[in-house]
Every structure is written in structure tokens, then in C-alpha cells.
């Protein structure tokens, strides 16, 4: 069970989020992408060994989507981001 | 009573005022309060207890904790309390306990499948893989059920547990497990020089000023532990004893059993959060590996300690010591005092420190080559190591004894330290491993870590005393697994410790390898000449000892295993003897049958009636979302293929919805309620997931837009009426309103207040036919409900469930996201592409241009006709041009519902295939079990294509 800091809630237990996978930045204009870009957007994850950026939603609480560090390996968890500020920072 | 003929007159912890009655394999024997049962058998000179797993040989106690690998009972055999493959060294005596062996039969003295030793030398390493290959009809014929009857240990009752078990969630500062020399004294100095608030050792921004949480854990029952200490401890600490932490997870996240034993709670699982761990878990003693060293009488040298010692009982008359380091000499002095005659200490090392210190002999360089006996220890047979300590004298001596005493080193209690992902290395000089690396903030003290009270520095390093090449020399008591079979496994090609492990099954026994894992990783370092750190360990799992699933449930049992949702209207529908239908969590009306009427004759029924008269369905589950804000239609524009900002407000629109790669994931009506105020329905299923990938596009993406989204599912009941009769049935309802289709046109919307209670009522269908939905305040949903049952009696309403909702709009051709759909489906491919918007933009459009996405020959939506109408397919079918093709046969595509439809008396189908409506009018085959079933593709449109009955007036 993890413990994972909502950035609006606080310390929480792992079954009250639900997972949002990679936080991965989305194109600006997908129009301008090839097919191949475009596929790589939808389709490919990093699968990362290490420190990773994932997106978390806390639906079982204040239903905000925010950002996390955590290890792949450890489960260690470094940083929670509110969701705006998150994607902020990726652009 | 009967006497305990091996019970000291005094000593130990128990309480002898308090004597206790039990059965063993139905003999009734005494023992005091505080005994285990292994102890109490003891005292009553038991030792053989159970057969062994695969060549039934005896099996007695060889250790006095959670290490146990020879006495393993049941519990209760037959009752409600019925405890499988349980050690006897954890069981606590309690007046009326009924303890049996396992795996005897009929008794475990004479024991009719201990003639399997006879051909034990058949029961290799790797038996398994090799022997029950073929033929291969053999196995579920023969090979199964044999091995099934002979293997296992205890039965698991099928019976109810009726103990009660609970659970408890709590956070820690710290958690110290194992309350021996090292725990104890952690704590103890802890208190002394930390201030009971100070957080900031724990976390350096701490502003918290509570008392700091501690935690001791012992598995033990305070009895057998430092009592006066603890108690003292207890006064400012948090102390659990009879309680296991048996996992150890990501996040300092701890599991633990705490044996309750009182009369309302059996066991309580604790789940605990810990900023710091502390893990004094003490270490394990081993066996020694040579010929018979599995018999009843030989017990680790400590155990026989702690049995004179905590229980007062002597565990034999005649003894001998064999040792390999100094711990065991201190055991041998404790036994002699207690008047065990002690008649020898067999050393394995050049010399020892003991010399000269006491009367017992003491045989160095020596071993004990074999033991002799049938069900006991009698004799052992020793002799002295040559000088290249490879060989030994042909010269041996004969000891008669009913005890042996063994060491062979210790094993430090890792698993914790393991599970939280530290790693271990090979600590040549105290040969064992130690901890070395931490993943999480744990600390490994005292014997756990290597750290002994006694000097092991001398120990001798021979992992097994080979003479000749002898099957029955054991390295794992409970799995039967043998040096030779080390060696044959490293033969091989077992080259690494999990391969071994999997091929042997050498430590998969109920002590999951306490003892018998790093004698196994010795001998096959040996065997395959390589240093024992690079043959490695296997990875430590959860669970430490055994759990009870009935633990690990806690509550959560029967009505309390999974939430159940009902609508408001639920007990009307039980009144009405609906059948109901998990969707989810939620139950659903199935279907109302009367009496004597099959699920199909009540379809029947319940179709025509909306499709001749009136019927009305409890629709509550569809979820509900209420969408504010001045950014709405903007913001539906882009979640749904089709525009909605440009809707007028009382109109309602159906929307599909796909995620970025073009999929359909969930479908719904909308409708405009005021400017910026929209009422959005999602599928029973999908409700959840829209909310979340609602709020996910407006968190991340577009958060300066203000838009608000609120569930309000459990807020309303929706009530679905439907069919040529509805408007006289809405007209009775709502007395005052006009419903011709000048005043209240198809896909509108109007609040209507009724006795004060505002209804919202949607002109839509999912039938087909003249059709309303009430959005009613749940509060008072089953009273609307009811108004509108009584409103249509005139036309013989019908109450109508889930089934026949799909079976009116599957002769409709509706979709049903899910059923339909499956992630791999486009709008374009259900032929919708007149609710694809081409003007704007929103999410999933970009996919489209994706040449998957765009190419001709995608599965496509049809509607199919078996050629006999009686045959209803079943769904999932695949549909194939060629019956008769060589197989592999190409699939044209598969059947996505499959109905009787009563309207148009034969059965229906929907099927997505390749190139879809290019195909009508052509033949299909779906091969079902055996027969082959001709169908046409058709228009997925089956009934009323021009969709008029839905406009009628």
C-alpha cells in the first residue's frame, strides 16, 4: 500500500486514487504530426526504470488529477504537483 | 490426571495450578495452561506427530517455534474451527483442543503409504517433470487424482469458519519487531534518550507535538517473554505480543496477525503504516544433514533448551549433542542440569573452547554419521574426521540415545529485512547471510543482522556429512527433499537457487524453508564448486508464516464482501419478483416473471407489451452528471464527436464519446437545461470513468476554463416509459401539461413540478417507440415510480428489466457502448457518421485520420438473420465465409447481441464485420459446437427503419 500525498488532501492511502499512467505532455497541434508522431503520443509509453512522472487522480476524495516522482523500482515517491502546474512545467 | 512422565516437578512459565485436558489422534492427555501442544506432547513423551509429505517416513518436533518443519497437525478436524497444517509448536493448548496428524493413514505409527519409502529411491529430484509426462490422457485419468490423494498434508474442511476475525489500520513512528535481547534493549535505550515528542528524529520538518507512536511486536504470548520488561514498556509504548508481521511492502507498510484468542475475536490483521522500522527478528537454528537425520528425537539444540526452560519438560532421558560452534554447549549444560543425561558432545572442529571446562565428553573432530531407529531415535553412530577432513575412520562408535541435540550454525530471520527489498550477502565467518543494503527505512538489529549474544567465529563450515551416497539424508523435513536430490538437481543443470527450488520444491513447504534453505544453498555451492554468494538466495515472500484466509477476510464476508448499490426504487422491484442482474455494484431489474413463466415467455410478454401498449423501466442507474459553467458548450464540444455548444436550451441531443485514439469508450443524451447549465447521462457502467476523463481534460489541459462538473447519480431516479400508450399514461401523471408533439417535440426536455417535487422529463427513446424518461429527486423516486404504474394500469403498463431494454433496441439497431463497442470501435464503423462533427474539433478527431482508423476493410456494424428465425446465436459467435476451408478459416467478424425479438417473431443479431453493409445480402456461417448455422447480413435496423413510431402523436 502506498501512501500518496494529494496535493489538496494530504497523505493518503493508495486505494482511494486511481492511476493515470506516464505524464506525458500532448502535442499542441495534433494536426501538424505525422501519423507516426501521433502514434507514438497515443500509443508508446517510456515503461521507465527509475524516477517516473505520473499522473494520479484522487477519486475517491477530491477527484483532483495531480503529479507524482515516484521510483519504479522503490516505490519511493518524491513530489506531489497539482495537475495544472504539472503540465505547466512539461510545456 | 495421567502423569506427565517428562515435566520437571518445577520451572518454566506455565501455569501449573491450571492443568488441561486435550485429545491427540483421539487419546486424551493433560498439559498445563501455557503449554503448546508440542510442549504438552513432550511432557507426555510424544514426539512422533505426522508423516512426511511425499514418503510418509515419521516425522516428530524438532524446534520449539515458526520454524517447525516436522510436527504438523489439524486442528479441529470436522468442525467449524477446522485448522489445516498447523505447526504444534504455535499452537496454544486450550481445554477440548482435538489435535490430528496429517498425511497418516490409518494411524501414524502404522502408516500404509510409508511403504512409499520403499520406493522412495523412485521419488527423485524433479519426479514430477519427469515421470507423469505420458501419455498424456493419463494425466487427468490417473496421474491427477494419485498424486492428489497422496499429496497434501492437513484437509481443508469445507465447513463455515464461524471464528471471528477483524481488522485494524494504524500509523507508527516506530515499530520495533521482536521483543528479544535486541528489541528490548532498542526500545529501553530509545526511551532513555529520546524526548517522547521529539518527531524531528523521524522527519526533520516534523511541527507535530504528540507523543511520538511506537510499536512492539513479538510473535510469542507475553507469557514465554521478558515479562516484567514489557510490562514496563507498556506504559509508554504500544506493545502487541502473539502477533507476526508476516509482510513487509513497498512504503514501510506492515501486515501482521495478532492471535487474539478471547472469546469474541479469533485473529486480528493489522495493516501499519511505519516512518521507521526496527527489525530484531533473532535468528533460526539449523539441522545438521546426515543419513536419518529427520527422526523423531532429533530436535535443534536451542528448542530443546527452550522447552526446559519456558515448559519444564525434559525432551528425553539419554542425550547427545552435536554441534559445529559453541551455542550448543551452553544447551548441553542446561540439559544436564535439568537431569537429562547428557552423553556426549559431538564437535565437528579441530577443538573447543570447552575442553577441560566440563565432565561431559566431548568427541572433536568428530560426526555423527548416521542415526538409527524406526519411529525414535535409538542410537547414533559417530566417528572421527581424518586429518584432510574429507574422510573419515572406518573405526565408529555406537551412542544409544532417545534425544539428539543438533547445530549446525544459525540462520539470521531475514525475510523482512528481504521482503522490503534489502539485499544480503554471504558472511563467510559466521557462515549465513546477513543484511546488508536497505530499499526503505529499516534497520536490521541483533541476531537478524549477524550480531550474536554468543561467539560464532569458530563455526565450522560443512554443510553436510557425507557418507556414501545416501537418499535419506534430509535438507527439507516437510518437502522431502534430500541432499542427493541437491545433487542430482545440480547435475542437471539446477545451476542457480531458484531453479533448484522450483525443480526440488526445497523450501515450499508450510515453514516456507526456515531451516532448510541455506543447508540447501550449501551443498549445492558444493555441488556445483561455486561460492555460496553467487549461488544466491531466493527471494523472500509475504507471507513470514502461515495466515488464515478467514484472517485476511476480516468482515468482509457475505453482504459485507462487496458494496451493493439499489436504486430508490429497488424494494418495488423485489415486491414485483423481479430477477435481478449485477451491472457493477449496482442490481438491476433482469427481468419480472409471473408465475410459472420462463425467462423467455416473460421477455416475450414484456417486449410486446411496449411495443403494443405501455411499459416502464427503472433507469436510476444511468450515470448523472450536472455540467455548470460558461464554458459548457465549449467544453461538451470537445468531449463529444458531435456539437453541443450550438443546442437550445430544452433540447436534448445523443453524444458518443472516444478517447484520443478514436475509440468509442461511452455514449449518452444530454440535454440543455439553461445557457450554460447542461444534464449529461452517461452509461450504468461508464459513469465513473466519464467523470474522471471529464475532469482530467479540464485539470490538465484546459484549467483556465470554468466549466463544473458534479455527479449527481445518486441524486436522481430515472424512470423510462415507453409505448404507443405513454402520452395518455404522462397526460394522467401530469394532469396540467400537454404532451402532443407540437407542444413537447421529440429529443426536448422540461422541468415539471408535481406537488412540489420538479420532474424532469426528457422526450427520448432507447425503444423505439413514443417514449418519455422522468428524472426524479431520488427522495421521491419510488412514490413517481408508483404514480406512473397506477397512471398506466388502464393500458396494462408492464414493468420491464434490463433484457428486454436490449432486446427493443437491438431490433431498433442501437448501440450499447461495451456491448457493441470494445475499444477497437469508431463512430465510422458503426456507420455513425452523422454524429461525427466536421465543423469542430474535439477528442478522438485526429485518430480518424490515422490510416487504421480510415481504411475500408474494418469491422464494421451489421445486422444478421439466422436462415432458420428459430435459432438464436449465441454471442461472441464468429462469423466465417467458408464452413468448410482449411483451418486456420479466415473471421469475418463476430456476433455482438443476440436476441429472440418477439415483435418480428424470430431472432435478431448485431455483428461487427469485415467491410459490414458491403456484405447484405450475403451468406454466413457460424460454426457453433459441431453444426455449422447459415446467416444473411442484413440492415442492423430491424424494425420501424424509417423511425416513425417514436413520432407518433
Redo the contacts between chains.
Keep these: ?3 500518496i500525498k494529494c496535493p489538496y488532501c494530504g497523505d493518503r492511502e493508495e486505494t482511494e486514487f ?1 492511476y ?1 499512467g506516464e505524464n506525458k505532455k ?1 502535442p499542441a497541434d ?2 501538424s ?1 505525422s ?1 507516426k508522431e ?2 507514438e503520443y ?2 508508446f509509453k517510456k515503461n521507465t526504470v527509475g524516477w517516473h512522472n505520473e ?1 494520479w ?1 484522487h ?1 475517491h476524495g477530491c ?3 495531480f503529479s507524482i516522482e515516484r521510483h519504479t523500482v ?4 518524491k513530489q506531489s504537483t497539482p ?2 502546474l504539472s ?1 505547466e512545467e512539461n510545456i | 490426571m495421567i502423569k506427565q512422565k517428562f515435566r520437571q516437578t518445577a520451572g518454566g512459565v506455565i501455569n501449573r495450578e491450571k492443568s488441561i485436558s486435550f485429545t491427540f489422534n483421539n487419546k486424551r492427555l493433560y498439559g498445563y495452561d501455557g503449554d503448546t501442544l508440542a510442549s504438552a506432547l513432550l511432557a507426555n513423551g510424544i514426539h512422533l506427530v505426522s508423516r512426511s509429505f511425499k514418503t510418509h517416513r515419521a516425522r516428530g518436533i524438532m524446534s520449539a517455534g515458526t520454524e517447525e518443519a516436522g510436527a504438523i497437525v489439524q486442528i479441529s478436524k470436522n468442525t467449524p474451527k477446522s485448522q489445516p497444517n498447523m505447526r504444534a509448536t504455535e499452537v496454544l493448548i486450550y481445554d477440548g483442543l482435538a489435535a490430528q496428524s496429517v498425511n497418516a493413514w490409518p494411524s501414524v505409527k502404522f502408516d500404509i503409504a510409508s511403504i512409499n519409502k520403499l520406493f522412495s529411491k523412485y521419488l527423485f529430484a524433479g519426479f514430477y517433470y519427469k515421470t507423469f509426462m505420458w501419455p498424456k490422457s493419463f494425466w487427468k485419468l490417473l496421474y491427477e487424482p494419485m498424486i492428489r490423494q497422496m499429496g497434501g498434508l492437513g484437509k481443508c474442511d469445507i465447513i463455515n469458519d464461524d471464528r471471528e476475525y477483524e481488522r485494524n489500520n494504524d500509523f507508527f513512528d516506530l515499530v520495533i519487531i521482536g521483543a528479544g535481547k535486541a528489541g528490548l534493549e532498542y526500545a529501553e535505550q530509545f526511551l532513555r534518550t529520546h524526548k517522547t515528542k521529539d518527531h524531528s528524529i523521524f522527519d526533520k520538518q516534523s511541527t507535530n507535538d504528540t507523543t511520538l507512536k511506537i510499536l512492539l511486536v513479538d510473535e510469542n504470548p507475553l507469557l514465554y517473554l521478558n515479562k516484567e520488561r514489557i510490562q514496563k514498556l507498556g506504559k509508554e509504548i504500544n506493545v502487541l505480543t502473539h502477533t507476526t508481521v508476516f509482510g513487509y511492502y513497498d512504503n514501510n507498510y506492515l501486515c501482521a496477525v495478532e492471535h487474539v484468542n478471547s472469546s469474541k475475536i479469533d485473529q486480528r490483521i493489522w495493516h501499519i503504516t511505519a516512518k521507521q522500522v526496527v527489525l530484531a527478528t533473532g535468528a533460526i537454528e539449523r539441522p545438521f544433514v546426515f543419513k536419518n537425520n529427520d527422526l523423531p528425537g532429533i530436535m535443534l539444540a536451542n528448542s530443546v533448551q527452550t522447552y526446559i526452560s519456558r515448559f519444564g519438560v525434559r525432551c528425553g532421558k539419554d542425550a547427545v549433542v552435536f554441534t559445529n560452534n559453541d551455542s550448543a554447549y551452553q544447551v548441553a549444560f542446561d540439559m544436564k542440569a535439568a537431569g537429562i543425561n547428557v552423553k556426549a558432545i559431538i564437535d565437528i572442529r579441530k577443538t573447543s573452547p570447552f575442553e577441560g571446562r566440563t565432565d561431559i565428553p566431548i568427541f572433536t573432530q568428530s560426526v555423527i554419521l548416521e542415526a538409527q531407529g524406526k519411529n525414535h531415535i535409538k542410537s547414533v553412530t559417530v566417528s572421527q574426521i581424518k586429518s584432510d577432513e574429507q574422510s573419515v575412520y572406518r573405526v565408529k562408535q555406537i551412542i544409544s540415545c532417545d534425544l539428539l541435540a543438533v547445530s549446525s550454525g544459525w540462520t539470521p530471520s531475514v525475510h523482512l529485512h528481504s521482503q522490503a527489498g534489502g539485499k544480503l550477502s554471504f558472511d563467510d565467518d559466521k557462515a549465513c547471510f546477513v543484511p546488508t543494503t536497505t530499499e526503505q527505512n529499516n534497520v536490521s538489529i541483533g541476531a537478524c543482522n549477524g550480531d550474536f549474544s554468543f561467539d560464532i567465529s569458530s563455526i565450522s563450515k560443512k554443510w553436510e556429512i557425507e557418507n556414501g551416497i545416501g537418499k535419506s539424508s534430509y535438507v527439507d523435513f516437510l518437502e522431502d527433499v534430500s541432499a542427493l536430490d541437491i545433487r542430482i538437481a545440480a547435475k542437471e543443470g539446477m545451476s542457480s537457487v531458484e531453479l533448484l527450488k522450483r525443480y526440488t520444491t526445497v523450501g515450499m513447504g508450510v515453514d516456507q524453508g526456515k531451516t532448510s534453505n541455506v543447508n540447501a544453498i550449501g551443498i549445492l555451492a558444493n555441488a556445483l564448486d561455486k561460492p555460496i554468494d553467487l549461488v544466491g538466495t531466493t527471494r523472500f515472500r509475504a507471507p513470514y508464516t502461515c495466515v488464515n484466509f478467514g484472517a485476511l477476510a476480516g468482515k468482509e464476508l457475505g453482504d459485507l464482501l462487496d458494496p451493493v448499490r439499489t436504486t430508490p426504487i429497488h424494494d418495488w422491484h423485489v415486491d414485483h419478483g423481479a430477477v435481478f442482474e449485477d451491472v457493477g455494484q449496482w442490481k438491476r431489474p433482469w427481468y419480472f416473471p409471473r408465475t410459472h413463466e420462463s425467462m423467455q415467455e416473460t421477455l416475450n410478454r414484456e417486449c410486446l407489451a411496449v411495443r403494443t401498449s405501455v411499459g416502464m423501466m427503472d433507469a436510476s442507474t444511468l450515470g448523472k452528471i450536472d455540467i455548470q459553467g460558461k464554458d459548457s458548450g465549449k467544453f461538451l464540444d470537445l468531449i463529444y464527436t458531435n456539437m453541443f455548444s450550438s443546442l437550445k436550451v430544452g433540447s436534448v441531443k445523443y453524444g458518443l464519446m472516444c478517447h484520443e485514439d478514436g475509440m468509442i469508450f461511452d455514449d449518452g443524451v444530454t440535454a440543455k437545461i439553461a445557457e450554460n447549465h447542461y444534464y449529461m447521462t452517461t452509461t450504468t457502467g461508464g459513469a465513473a470513468n466519464v467523470l474522471d476523463w471529464m475532469e482530467y481534460w479540464l485539470q490538465t489541459e484546459y484549467p483556465d476554463w470554468e466549466v463544473y462538473l458534479t455527479s449527481i447519480t445518486e441524486q436522481y431516479c430515472a424512470i423510462a416509459v415507453s409505448g404507443p400508450h405513454v402520452k395518455k399514461v404522462m397526460k394522467h401523471v401530469f394532469p396540467e401539461e400537454s404532451f402532443s408533439n407540437e407542444s413537447f417535440t421529440f429529443m426536448t426536455s422540461k422541468d415539471i413540478l408535481l406537488n412540489g417535487i420538479n420532474i424532469r422529463v426528457l422526450r427520448i427513446s432507447f425503444t423505439g417507440e413514443l417514449a418519455f424518461e422522468l428524472h426524479v429527486p431520488s427522495y421521491h423516486g419510488k412514490e413517481i415510480w408508483e404514480q406512473v404504474y397506477q397512471a398506466g394500469k388502464p393500458y396494462a403498463i408492464t414493468p420491464y428489466g434490463t433484457e428486454t431494454m436490449h432486446i427493443l433496441r437491438a431490433e431498433k439497431g442501437f448501440i450499447i457502448a461495451g456491448q457493441e463497442t470494445d475499444g477497437s470501435v469508431t463512430p465510422l464503423d458503426l456507420d455513425m457518421n452523422w454524429i461525427v462533427s466536421k465543423k469542430k474539433d474535439f477528442l478522438g478527431k485526429r485518430s480518424f485520420l490515422r490510416k487504421d482508423t480510415s481504411r475500408k476493410n474494418r469491422k464494421k456494424l451489421v445486422g444478421i438473420i439466422t436462415k432458420d428465425p428459430k435459432v438464436v446465436l449465441p454471442e461472441g459467435a464468429q462469423l466465417v465465409k467458408d464452413p468448410h476451408g482449411s483451418i486456420p478459416v479466415n473471421m469475418e467478424g463476430h456476433v455482438t447481441s443476440s436476441y429472440y425479438s418477439a415483435t418480428l417473431k424470430r431472432s435478431i443479431a448485431l455483428a461487427l464485420i469485415n467491410g459490414g453493409l458491403e456484405n447484405k445480402g450475403k451468406t454466413l456461417y457460424a460454426p457453433i459446437e459441431g453444426s455449422i448455422i447459415p446467416v444473411e447480413v442484413t440492415s442492423p435496423v430491424f424494425y420501424d427503419p424509417k423511425g416513425d413510431r417514436q413520432h407518433a402523436e
Design positions: 500500500m502506498l501512501i486511481s493515470g500532448r495534433p494536426y504530426l501519423d501521433w502514434a497515443l500509443f499522473l487522480n477519486s477527484r483532483r488529477w522503490t516505490n519511493e515517491i495537475s495544472q503540465m
